[in-house]
């Protein structure tokens, strides 16, 4: 992007960053007629502002880029210099013109300017830098770079021309300012050319910025009457002062005419003040004026144009400002208590000076008088002053008051769901932290139920504000918890493990009945019962905390006889299928299959035993199948029988 700032007269001359000059204005300059920074956008000039062709990444031969860092393309391989930033001061993201020269002269930059005034100088100018690096191929043979400024008629005759002779490659980047000043005539519109004179090829490549096109006259110096002469000046808000801007005009202009100008925005834009026509400018600044920086300057031009912006110079920039004073406010910590820390601070300043009673004095911002006592009872005072050396004095009285003692009752031990009551003295409002368990948080003596053993902290605060802390712990002991497990079941004849837990704190715990566990004081001992029992694990506390108690019911089951074979032929003796104790598992299914798989007999736990009938037809000698689901997690009963007549 282009921009372009109109204002008074311009010139135009060669001058290096170290300040070697050469044909620059030697008087006060103008606001630009013309300021082509390039924007923070890359974006191609048009046809009639170059004749070079637009690259954007990378150019070679007759083209260039508007970049904020030379192409790496270019810097990589160490042909450029690594360049990052563009010349234009405080410009975020700017942008500038870089130039890869063709092998014929051609245009670098070409503008049309318009409104000028007449017989007014002005300064043509641009910042421009050979960006070869010296350890290029090209550095010792190559192009150098050399440009002529023209300024021409719009029909193309040549008003001034300036060369700025061979431009040399230097070790490091290093921008430098080129160009020269003519006066107009009686030219309306002018054009302004930058010219390559060089050819391309190894070389010639180079980087614009800043080009300027402002106009140039009589040296003009402001300053403050009676302050040094000097350029700035900083006033105290609240404080009335009578300010007169003196200006000085070296002697060129035949004619001149003045006029002040002010600014609120720092330089940004100007405006003419009312009837400040002459070198003087009084500046009355009230007590009640706010907070604010204004700067002023002196716009010089002939009679004839003074009243075109276009046509004026400018003299260097007056600075006023009013300044705040410092914050009168002291923040401190108070109340201040007795064996604590004294805080007292100041703001809003650069320097301080305390003084306070036994002779105390600091330059910190902020003091701390440890270890508080009476001795520190008094008046402190500290004066502030701030960067634009505005003062103020603050001051604060500190009285030292006693402090509270806090007291607790010691450490208690309670049995779980039972209370205490907590005791405290020593201050005038109280605070127990945490209030967890607690009857009230707010009194000396709460009753304390928590449900954990739980550390209380007692801050207690006196009349004066003044704190202290104690500490105490009640102990909560678990009440004693019993589990004796899971019920079990087991064939009579073998055993099981009692899967008991218990919990609480400082608890004994045995079994009941003793009888067939190998040990009774274990929580999982071995049982092995011949019948039925209920077993009871007893759980208690020996810090008085009760007894729990719980059961666990062991059932014994007992092991069918299964007869092998069996008779039913009449004679009385074993004539049925009997199977013994199968009444313990009333719920079990029997059945009987011959070789086949046919099923033959089925009955339902201690129902009518198998007398060796299918269909009430009896069946022939053989062998025969069961299978006997007892239905309580047992493993199925299988096997023959044998049918004998």
Known sequence: MLKYFFATTICLCCMYANQLQAQLCTGSLGDPVVNITFGTVSQPLTSRQTSYRFD??????????????????????????????????????????????????????????????????????????????????????????????????????????????????????????????????????????????????????????????????????????????SADSNICQGTAANLVLESTVSAEYTNPAYQWQQSSNNGTTWTDIAGATSLSLPINIAANAQVASTQYRLSVGKTSNINTVQCRIASNVVSISI????????????????????????????????????????????????????????????????????SITASTRVLVNKSPVAAVSNDVSICEGSSTQLQGSGGFIYQWIPATGLSNAAIANPVASPADSTNYTLIVTNEKGCTDTAFTKVFVWKKPIANAGPNKQIMEGDTVVLEGTASGTNITYNWTPNINLTTAQLLQPIAAPTQNTTYTLHIQSLQGCGIAIDEVFVRVFKKVDIPNAFSPNGDGINDKWILKNIETYPEADITVFNRYGQLL?????????????YNGTPLPVASYYYVIDLKSNFPKLSGWIMLLR
């Not at 007999?601 to 009938?613: I, Q, S, V």
């Open 323 to 390: 300044n705040e004073k410092p914050s009168p406010d002291i923040t401190t910590n108070n109340p201040f208590c007795e064996g604590k820390d004294i805080i007292l601070s100041a703001h809003k300043g650069t320097a301080f000076n305390w003084a306070g009673p036994d002779n105390f004095s600091s330059t910190d911002s902020t003091i701390v008088l440890a270890d508080a006592n009476s001795r520190y009872d008094g008046v402190y005072s500290v004066d502030i002053t701030s960067a634009a050396g505005c």
């Open 601 to 613: 007999y089925k009955a339902k736990g201690n129902g009518r035993p198998w007398n060796g009938t």
């Open 56 to 229: 954007q990444d990378c150019p070679d031969d007759g083209e260039y880029t508007i970049a904020s860092a030379v192409p790496q393309c270019h810097a990589a391989d160490n042909s450029w210099h690594p360049l990052r930033e563009d010349h234009t001061p405080n410009d975020i993201n700017g942008m500038m013109m870089i130039i890869n020269a063709s092998q014929d002269p051609g245009d670098f930059y070409v503008d049309t300017v318009r409104g000028l005034c007449s017989n007014t100088t002005y300064e043509f100018a641009s910042w421009i830098m050979n960006i070869l690096a010296t350890g290029s191929f090209c550095y010792a043979n190559g192009t150098i770079p050399n440009i002529t400024f023209s300024i021409e008629n719009t029909d193309g005759s040549l008003i001034a021309k300036y060369n700025t002779g061979d431009i040399k490659a230097t070790a490091f980047a290093q921008w430098q300012q080129f160009g020269f000043f003519f006066t107009n005539s009686n030219n309306s519109d002018i054009v302004l050319r930058l010219t390559n004179n060089g050819p391309g090829g190894c070389g010639n490549d180079l980087a614009l910025d800043d080009i300027t096109f402002r106009p140039c006259g009589p040296a003009v110096t402001a300053f403050i009457k009676g302050d040094n002469n």
